[in-house]
């Protein structure tokens, strides 16, 4: 596993926080993107970005509709291996632009394959996420791609390597980084407004659900066009056909298919930490479990807990320091102490995608690094790794974030990788 | 919506109920217990094992095999290679052999993979090869170098392999695959060299990186290749990369412009911001600009002292970076020079920096420095520096912003009062009520009473907040001192402090009198609401009268009472209502109030001229909201008031309306609704199966009001519960009556956010506690439609977000029904 050259933390701070951006629009000529290179009769790629999705679920109709939202871009093509899907995809956006322009595609060979693509979103199933990335990196384009990026540290390895080796823009969505409230609770962290920080916590979903490896009873296969059984199950172990794997609420209880309940909540919290502490190029480097949680600590001394609940709502963060504390959860709930800590304005809550996309859109013009890129977001998703790995074996680990192993432990580092299946490569 | 959280949630109920019990008893723990209970004893772990090779040896099912392959892959020993070697060729159980293989830190494993892959063919071929390239297995280069020859996937397997794998030999093949690979397979190369160059990087092989990269910058590589191969020479050479990004952000190709620049923050190597700086005064300014602009998003301090001298640059775009910059590298020693830029005020862009740099500059030492460049700055400047302090929560600076509040210049004391709002604590509270006691003029006096009353509000006891202000009203008789505390109270608004405010009516000071009334009239809640019924009945006078039906107006429109009440309240104002201008108030009331009620009270003055474009508006409005229930009558009040109005807008309405009717379409659109329900210490997944008394029998006491229908105009028939009720991490309950004229089979198609349950004729149909947006039609359930009246009960969770539902009624053809009608009312 290679490493990342260096950090990045800054710069996206800075640029967040500045104009930066806009000077460097203005000092430079024109910003364009892949596909201006290839014209083919494009307008210019700078006024517009042009985009496709790939695996259109409830999650891809949200943050696609807020993409179509923004007047610089224009969604051209859905894929997906569910028929039923690509359709409702395809009449979504549609329906957005009043005509019948939009493509569905089955293959994302296909989709990936158009020159007028510049940049897709990736909303797959988890176990997904890092392939389709992979590929739409060599196919040229940049992604916003839905986390968690990965099931396994190998992956999301990769896909940071393939971005930096194609100079690709990548967003992850974890988009609470660029939702108010979040924003808020790292910024006092980062800026030493809780004085030396101590410990930060980090909420799971629900400890009650563990996940499972079930193999299901065969049921005939659909037909190729209506559900491409192979396809979706991409780089998983090949097993026959059931209709409920497909069903979000089982396969993101699965272990082929997913990180579990320290996933799915850890690669918002786990990352907010992360961020909070300035370590989008690092992970903890030591993990073990307390009760149900897990305790992990940094090489700065840094602390961080996996547990849950925090707070009054969901998918919360606490970050206490010396000299302070907060609390921020997406149900609008966020707490300071000392009080003087509190923010001016109204920060409202949940943790809608706008910012974050715009982010995105930003860096696709300027090639900047987004504001969740690749290598964070692989910074941050494994030590949500870690953290399952040190519960599935029963013992403490220690990790190096040099090397990216676990030192002293094979059977651990031999659960950072999952071969894929034939004919899948990262 | 609480999109993707709850899912995981939902796979273990998911799991249990779609699948069902016998189904469910099928779910397979992990192997996890038997690979950690084996780890502390050796033999426990052989014979785990063991066994496993025997199932992989052996006639096991395929589920047997791969919880098999599953274990191996965590602790198989070279003893399990053979086993795996002999499945690694089967296209059915090639993958699992290589899903143990692959990881293992054993030669033997290399060996196999390299055996299996002679005797292999077709993806079995290819999943080989990706395995040998994952575990860079050096030998198998030899083996490899031919299949660059082969097709064009194999070829791609191989080359990437290679390109892993990085030996001599693989170099050189590589090598010749960039120099004389056809059209279709430069991208392989391309790909393959870029890897193998960034072995070399993490080798420490700078020269070998370095070489492959030089190579693929050439114009005939892909734009992705060259900026891969442009980021990685600078990371092989950083030696050269000053003169190369400063080349290059010179240079004419903007992406690799923009490429060079995003890279200068993450460049690498001894003393590069500090040669960077160094090459600042030589530069164009607009590429001085850029510069800095990236110096400072590397967040490196080597280079202050050179940013801090382009904070004095001639050029007016270099100064602005600079003290762009400085707000990321700076220190205290920054302060003086971006006080000074504030104070100097060259350019709103540049005061704004200087203020946002201000702002954000990090140090323990900063608060102090600019508290220092406050005191000895001019009015406008100290009242900059004053506003920095409190957007930095300098609370430290409190006891220094109590003076300037104390005397000066207003502009300067109205600064710090609102930062003393801001910072000061509750053990300032009586610092800052003294203040406002102690005020002379009213200059400053409203920002001074927002900051008592904000510091007050900050005392944790609340019932220790307004004896502190009641202290102060009795022990002064200075008027305006004493309806300042007035207004304060408003912001407490507790019952002490109502009462306060309350006997101050009688007060023998006109002016706290009328202060006391105003802001009873103000009062937040409808803790006031009685005694300003009370007032209005009782006052002649036209002004005080208007200001406190205002009030009561306000007051009934946030009220939680039942919709009955209010209509009855409206009823009796509209009857004292001595002329049009207080009539349309409650017109304005009653526009608000989705009841049927409330339309019958405005339909009289529909008929009256003076009031006659409220009424319709008001009618409108509540026509709108009550749509759903009476849509017949609706429409045509709707109908009536587009044909009759004189008032375009109210025309415009009218016909938004009729629209918004149009688009309902066939869902139903006539509910009740009733909640919310919370449970107290519960989590989201609990309110599932928490019977609140709508699902209880004969339960009282439950109050049904009438479900408004959505304002959105595209999609009037999605109900916002949110809207309706508000809230997160809550339940809420919809009902209607259909009826059939016969016995009939129907589909319930519906969407909900977040999860939720559905009754028909009281048996539960539907059961998900999935959150996420609602889709229209996503959930299907058929029922039976009984001849008569059949009653539906939806439950619809809330977690965060968004919390609506939509529902409609078809045959299970996908038509709809004949002979069904909709009420939203218990049938007679």
């Not at chain 1, 974890?174 to 979040?182: G, P």
């Not at chain 1, 009650?208 to 491409?228: H, I, N, V």
């Not at chain 1, 696709?364 to 040190?390: F, L, M, P, Y």
């Not at chain 2, 053979?82 to 290399?110: G, I």
């Given at each position: 596993?290679?490493?990342s050259p260096?950090?990045?933390v800054?710069?996206?701070?800075?640029l967040?926080?500045?104009?930066?951006?806009a000077a460097?629009?203005?000092?430079?000529p024109?910003?364009i993107t892949s596909?201006?290179?290839?014209a083919?009769?494009?307008?210019?790629?700078?006024?517009?970005?042009?985009m496709?999705?790939i695996?259109y679920?409830?999650?891809?109709?949200?943050v696609l509709?807020?993409?179509m939202?923004?007047p610089?871009?224009q969604?051209?093509?859905?894929c997906d291996?569910k028929?039923q899907?690509?359709?409702?995809g395809?009449?979504?956006?549609?329906?957005?632009?009043?005509?019948?322009?939009?493509?569905?595609y089955?293959?994302?060979?296909?989709?990936?394959?158009r020159?007028?693509i510049?940049?897709?979103?990736?909303?797959?199933?988890?176990?997904?996420h890092?392939l389709?990335a992979?590929?739409t990196?060599?196919a040229g384009?940049?992604?916003?791609?839905?986390?968690?990026l990965?099931?396994v540290?190998?992956e999301s390895?990769?896909?940071?390597?393939?971005?930096r080796?194609f100079?690709?823009?990548?967003?992850?969505?974890t988009?609470r980084?660029?939702?108010?409230q979040?924003v808020?609770?790292?910024d006092?962290a980062?800026r030493?407004?809780?004085g030396e920080?101590k410990?930060l916590?980090?909420?799971?979903a629900?400890?009650?659900l563990?996940?499972?490896?079930?193999?299901l009873?065969?049921?005939?296969e659909p037909?190729r066009?209506e559900?491409?059984?192979?396809r979706?199950?991409?780089?998983?172990?090949?097993?026959?056909?059931?209709h409920q794997?497909a069903?979000?609420?089982?396969?993101?209880?699965?272990?082929?298919?997913?990180g579990?309940?320290?996933t799915?909540?850890?690669?918002h919290?786990?990352?907010?930490?992360?961020?909070?502490n300035?370590?989008?190029?690092?992970?903890?480097v030591?993990?073990w479990?307390e009760?149900?949680?897990?305790?992990?600590h940094?090489?700065?001394?840094?602390?961080?807990?996996?547990?849950?609940?925090?707070?009054q709502?969901?998918?919360?963060?606490?970050?206490?320091?010396?000299?302070g504390?907060v609390?921020?959860?997406?149900s609008?709930?966020?707490?300071?102490?000392?009080?003087?800590?509190?923010p001016r304005?109204g920060l409202g809550k949940g943790y809608?995608v706008?910012?974050h996309?715009r982010n995105?859109?930003?860096?696709?013009?300027?090639?900047?690094?987004?504001?969740?890129?690749?290598?964070?977001?692989?910074r941050?998703?494994?030590?949500?790794?870690?953290?399952?790995?040190?519960?599935?074996?029963?013992?403490?680990?220690?990790w190096?974030?040099?090397?990216?192993?676990f030192?002293?432990d094979?059977?651990?580092?031999?659960m950072?990788t999952?071969?894929?299946r034939q004919p899948w490569?990262? | 919506?609480q999109?993707n959280?709850?899912f995981?949630?939902?796979?273990?109920?998911?799991?249990?109920w779609i699948?069902?019990?016998?189904?469910?008893q099928?779910?397979v723990a992990?192997?996890d217990?038997?690979?950690?209970a084996?780890?502390a004893?050796?033999?426990?772990l052989?014979?785990?094992?063991?066994?496993c090779?025997?199932?992989?040896?052996?006639d096991?099912?395929?589920e047997?095999?791969?919880r098999?392959g599953?274990?191996l892959?965590?602790?198989g020993s070279?003893?399990?290679?053979?086993?795996?070697?002999a499945l690694?060729?089967?296209e059915d159980?090639?993958?699992?052999?290589r899903?143990?293989?692959e990881?293992?830190p054993?030669p033997?494993?290399?060996?196999a993979l390299?055996?299996?892959?002679?005797?292999a063919?077709g993806d079995?071929r290819?999943g080989?090869?990706?395995s040998?390239?994952?575990?860079?297995d050096?030998?198998?280069?030899?083996?490899?170098?031919p299949?660059?020859q082969?097709?064009?996937?194999?070829?791609?397997?191989?080359a990437?392999?290679?390109?892993?794998?990085a030996?001599?030999?693989?170099?050189?093949a590589l090598a010749d695959l960039?120099?004389?690979?056809?059209?279709?397979?430069?991208a392989?190369?391309?790909e393959a060299?870029?890897i193998?160059?960034?072995?070399?990087l993490a080798?420490?092989?700078?020269?070998q990186?370095?070489?492959v990269?030089?190579?693929?910058?050439s114009?005939?590589w892909?734009?992705?290749?060259?900026?891969?191969?442009?980021v990685?020479?600078?990371q092989?050479?950083p030696?050269?990369?000053v003169?190369?990004?400063?080349r290059?952000?010179?240079?004419?190709?903007?992406?690799m412009r923009a490429?060079?620049?995003d890279n200068i923050s993450?460049?690498?190597?001894?003393?590069?911001?500090?040669?960077?700086?160094a090459?600042?005064?030589k530069?164009p300014?607009a590429?001085?600009?850029?510069?800095?602009?990236?110096?400072?998003?590397?967040?490196d301090?080597?280079?202050?002292?050179?940013?801090?001298?382009a904070a004095?640059?001639?050029?007016?775009?270099v100064?602005?970076?600079?003290?762009?910059?400085?707000?990321?590298i700076?220190?205290e020693?920054s302060?003086?020079?971006l006080?000074g830029a504030?104070?100097?005020g060259?350019?709103?862009?540049?005061?704004?920096?200087?203020y946002?740099?201000l702002q954000r500059?990090s140090?323990?030492?900063?608060?102090?420095?600019?508290?220092?460049?406050m005191k000895a700055?001019e009015?406008?400047?100290?009242?900059?520096?004053?506003?920095?302090l409190?957007d930095?929560?300098a609370?430290?600076?409190?006891?220094?912003l109590?003076?300037?509040a104390?005397?000066?210049?207003?502009?300067?004391?109205e600064?710090?009062?609102r930062?003393?709002?801001?910072?000061?604590e509750p053990?300032?509270?009586?610092?800052v009520v003294?203040?406002?006691v102690?005020?002379?003029?009213?200059?400053?006096r409203a920002d001074a009473?927002?900051?008592v009353?904000?510091?007050?509000r900050?005392i944790?006891?609340?019932?220790?907040q307004?004896?502190?202000l009641?202290g102060a009203?009795?022990?002064?008789r200075?008027s305006?001192?004493?309806?300042?505390?007035?207004?304060?109270?408003k912001a407490?608004g507790d019952r002490?402090?109502f009462?306060l405010?309350?006997n101050?009516?009688?007060?023998?000071?006109?002016?706290?009198?009328d202060?006391a009334?105003?802001?009873?009239?103000?009062?937040?809640?409808?803790m006031?609401?009685?005694?300003?019924?009370a007032i209005?009945r009782?006052?002649?006078?036209q002004?005080?009268?208007v200001?406190?039906?205002r009030?009561?107006?306000?007051?009934?429109?946030?009220?939680?009472?039942p919709?009955?009440e209010?209509v009855?309240t409206c009823?009796?104002?509209l009857?004292r209502?001595?002329?049009a201008?207080?009539?349309k108030l409650v017109?304005?009331?009653?526009?608000?109030?989705?009841d049927?009620?409330?339309?019958?009270l405005?339909?009289?003055c529909l008929?009256?001229?003076d009031v006659q474009?409220?009424?319709q508006?008001a009618?409108?409005?509540i026509a709108?909201?009550?749509?759903?229930?009476?849509?017949?009558?609706?429409r045509a009040?709707?109908?009536?008031?587009?044909?009759?109005t004189r008032?375009?807008a109210?025309?415009r309405?009218?016909?938004?309306?009729?629209?918004?009717f149009?688009?309902?379409?066939?869902?139903?659109?006539?509910?009740q609704v009733a909640g919310?329900?919370?449970?107290p210490?519960?989590?989201?997944i609990?309110?599932?199966?928490?019977?609140?008394?709508?699902e209880e029998?004969?339960?009282d006491?439950?109050?049904?009001?009438l479900?408004p229908?959505?304002d959105?105009?595209?999609r009037?028939w999605m109900?916002?519960?949110q809207a309706?009720?508000?809230?997160?991490?809550?339940?809420?309950?919809?009902r209607t009556?259909?009826?059939s004229?016969?016995?009939?089979?129907?589909?319930l198609?519906?969407?909900?956010?977040d999860?939720g349950k559905?009754?028909f004729?009281e048996?539960?149909?539907?059961r998900?506690?999935?959150?996420g947006a609602?889709?229209?039609d996503?959930?299907?359930?058929?029922v039976t439609?009984?001849a008569g009246w059949?009653t539906?009960v939806l439950k619809?969770l809330?977690d965060?977000?968004?919390?609506?539902?939509?529902?409609r009624l078809?045959?299970?053809a996908?038509q709809?029904?004949?002979?069904v009608?909709v009420?939203?009312?218990p049938?007679?």
């Amino acid at each position: 596993m290679s490493r990342s050259p260096g950090k990045r933390v800054n710069r996206r701070e800075f640029l967040r926080g500045t104009a930066a951006t806009a000077a460097t629009l203005v000092a430079a000529p024109t910003i364009i993107t892949s596909s201006a290179l290839g014209a083919n009769g494009r307008p210019p790629a700078s006024e517009r970005i042009v985009m496709g999705n790939i695996g259109y679920g409830g999650r891809a109709s949200g943050v696609l509709d807020v993409f179509m939202a923004q007047p610089d871009v224009q969604v051209v093509g859905v894929c997906d291996v569910k028929q039923q899907r690509r359709e409702l995809g395809k009449k979504a956006v549609d329906n957005k632009y009043g005509n019948r322009d939009c493509q569905a595609y089955l293959d994302l060979f296909e989709i990936l394959a158009r020159d007028d693509i510049d940049a897709m979103l990736v909303a797959t199933g988890d176990y997904w996420h890092s392939l389709a990335a992979c590929l739409t990196a060599r196919a040229g384009k940049d992604m916003y791609c839905e986390k968690p990026l990965s099931v396994v540290i190998a992956e999301s390895r990769a896909v940071a390597d393939t971005m930096r080796r194609f100079g690709r823009v990548f967003q992850c969505g974890t988009q609470r980084r660029s939702v108010d409230q979040f924003v808020f609770a790292m910024d006092l962290a980062r800026r030493g407004l809780l004085g030396e920080l101590k410990t930060l916590y980090a909420e799971t979903a629900p400890a009650w659900l563990e996940p499972y490896e079930t193999r299901l009873p065969a049921e005939p296969e659909p037909a190729r066009e209506e559900f491409w059984w192979d396809r979706w199950l991409g780089p998983a172990l090949w097993r026959p056909y059931n209709h409920q794997y497909a069903s979000r609420g089982f396969w993101s209880g699965h272990w082929d298919f997913s990180g579990g309940s320290i996933t799915e909540w850890g690669s918002h919290t786990v990352d907010l930490c992360q961020f909070a502490n300035d370590a989008d190029d690092t992970s903890p480097v030591e993990y073990w479990q307390e009760g149900p949680d897990v305790h992990a600590h940094y090489a700065n001394g840094i602390k961080l807990v996996l547990t849950q609940p925090i707070g009054q709502g969901s998918c919360g963060v606490r970050f206490e320091g010396t000299e302070g504390w907060v609390e921020v959860d997406d149900s609008g709930h966020l707490e300071v102490h000392p009080k003087s800590l509190r923010p001016r304005r109204g920060l409202g809550k949940g943790y809608p995608v706008d910012n974050h996309v715009r982010n995105f859109l930003d860096c696709v013009k300027t090639r900047q690094q987004t504001v969740a890129d690749a290598e964070g977001a692989h910074r941050s998703i494994t030590a949500c790794h870690a953290a399952n790995i040190c519960k599935r074996l029963g013992r403490p680990l220690r990790w190096d974030p040099a090397k990216e192993e676990f030192i002293g432990d094979d059977q651990a580092n031999r659960m950072r990788t999952r071969a894929y299946r034939q004919p899948w490569r990262l | 919506m609480q999109a993707n959280k709850w899912f995981l949630a939902l796979g273990v109920l998911a799991g249990l109920w779609i699948i069902g019990p016998a189904a469910a008893q099928e779910k397979v723990a992990t192997c996890d217990e038997e690979i950690a209970a084996s780890r502390a004893n050796p033999q426990a772990l052989a014979d785990l094992e063991k066994r496993c090779i025997q199932v992989l040896q052996g006639d096991s099912t395929p589920e047997q095999k791969d919880r098999a392959g599953r274990i191996l892959r965590v602790i198989g020993s070279p003893d399990s290679i053979p086993a795996l070697a002999a499945l690694l060729r089967e296209e059915d159980t090639s993958h699992l052999a290589r899903y143990v293989l692959e990881p293992m830190p054993y030669p033997q494993a290399d060996q196999a993979l390299r055996q299996g892959l002679a005797q292999a063919s077709g993806d079995v071929r290819l999943g080989i090869i990706h395995s040998l390239g994952v575990r860079q297995d050096p030998e198998a280069a030899a083996v490899l170098i031919p299949l660059l020859q082969g097709s064009d996937l194999e070829a791609a397997a191989a080359a990437w392999a290679l390109g892993r794998i990085a030996t001599p030999p693989a170099a050189r093949a590589l090598a010749d695959l960039r120099a004389a690979a056809p059209p279709k397979r430069r991208a392989i190369a391309a790909e393959a060299s870029l890897i193998e160059a960034e072995q070399y990087l993490a080798r420490g092989q700078m020269d070998q990186a370095a070489r492959v990269y030089q190579q693929l910058q050439s114009s005939n590589w892909p734009e992705p290749v060259r900026i891969g191969a442009f980021v990685g020479y600078l990371q092989a050479r950083p030696d050269e990369a000053v003169p190369i990004v400063l080349r290059t952000i010179s240079g004419a190709d903007a992406t690799m412009r923009a490429v060079a620049i995003d890279n200068i923050s993450t460049l690498q190597g001894e003393g590069i911001a500090k040669r960077f700086a160094a090459e600042l005064p030589k530069l164009p300014a607009a590429t001085q600009v850029i510069l800095i602009d990236a110096l400072a998003a590397r967040g490196d301090r080597a280079a202050l002292a050179e940013v801090t001298a382009a904070a004095a640059s001639t050029d007016a775009a270099v100064r602005t970076a600079a003290i762009r910059a400085l707000s990321v590298i700076g220190d205290e020693t920054s302060v003086p020079v971006l006080a000074g830029a504030l104070a100097a005020g060259a350019s709103p862009t540049e005061t704004q920096a200087a203020y946002a740099a201000l702002q954000r500059l990090s140090g323990n030492r900063v608060d102090e420095a600019i508290v220092r460049s406050m005191k000895a700055a001019e009015t406008a400047t100290r009242t900059e520096l004053i506003m920095v302090l409190s957007d930095r929560r300098a609370a430290r600076a409190v006891p220094d912003l109590l003076a300037e509040a104390a005397a000066g210049d207003d502009a300067v004391r109205e600064a710090a009062f609102r930062a003393l709002a801001e910072l000061a604590e509750p053990q300032h509270a009586a610092n800052v009520v003294r203040l406002l006691v102690e005020l002379r003029g009213d200059a400053v006096r409203a920002d001074a009473e927002r900051t008592v009353s904000a510091v007050v509000r900050r005392i944790e006891n609340q019932s220790d907040q307004t004896p502190l202000l009641r202290g102060a009203f009795d022990s002064t008789r200075d008027s305006q001192a004493r309806c300042s505390l007035l207004r304060v109270l408003k912001a407490i608004g507790d019952r002490q402090a109502f009462d306060l405010v309350r006997n101050a009516i009688q007060d023998q000071d006109a002016a706290v009198r009328d202060t006391a009334l105003r802001t009873l009239a103000d009062w937040p809640d409808e803790m006031a609401l009685d005694a300003l019924l009370a007032i209005y009945r009782e006052t002649a006078e036209q002004t005080p009268r208007v200001m406190v039906l205002r009030g009561i107006v306000r007051l009934l429109n946030q009220t939680q009472r039942p919709t009955t009440e209010t209509v009855q309240t409206c009823d009796l104002l509209l009857q004292r209502a001595r002329d049009a201008g207080e009539t349309k108030l409650v017109l304005a009331c009653l526009a608000k109030v989705a009841d049927p009620a409330a339309l019958k009270l405005v339909e009289p003055c529909l008929e009256r001229p003076d009031v006659q474009a409220e009424a319709q508006l008001a009618a409108l409005q509540i026509a709108g909201a009550i749509g759903g229930a009476d849509l017949q009558a609706s429409r045509a009040l709707a109908m009536r008031i587009q044909e009759s109005t004189r008032n375009p807008a109210n025309r415009r309405q009218a016909q938004e309306l009729l629209q918004r009717f149009e688009r309902l379409g066939d869902y139903l659109v006539a509910w009740q609704v009733a909640g919310p329900y919370l449970k107290p210490d519960g989590d989201y997944i609990d309110l599932l199966d928490s019977p609140f008394p709508p699902e209880e029998k004969n339960a009282d006491g439950i109050s049904w009001r009438l479900l408004p229908l959505s304002d959105k105009a595209e999609r009037p028939w999605m109900f916002d519960l949110q809207a309706a009720l508000g809230g997160n991490t809550r339940a809420a309950y919809a009902r209607t009556w259909i009826h059939s004229d016969t016995e009939q089979p129907a589909r319930l198609l519906f969407g909900t956010d977040d999860g939720g349950k559905v009754w028909f004729n009281e048996k539960v149909v539907h059961r998900d506690g999935a959150g996420g947006a609602a889709v229209p039609d996503e959930h299907q359930v058929d029922v039976t439609l009984q001849a008569g009246w059949n009653t539906l009960v939806l439950k619809v969770l809330q977690d965060t977000g968004p919390w609506e539902f939509c529902l409609r009624l078809r045959t299970p053809a996908g038509q709809p029904p004949t002979g069904v009608r909709v009420q939203a009312q218990p049938p007679q």
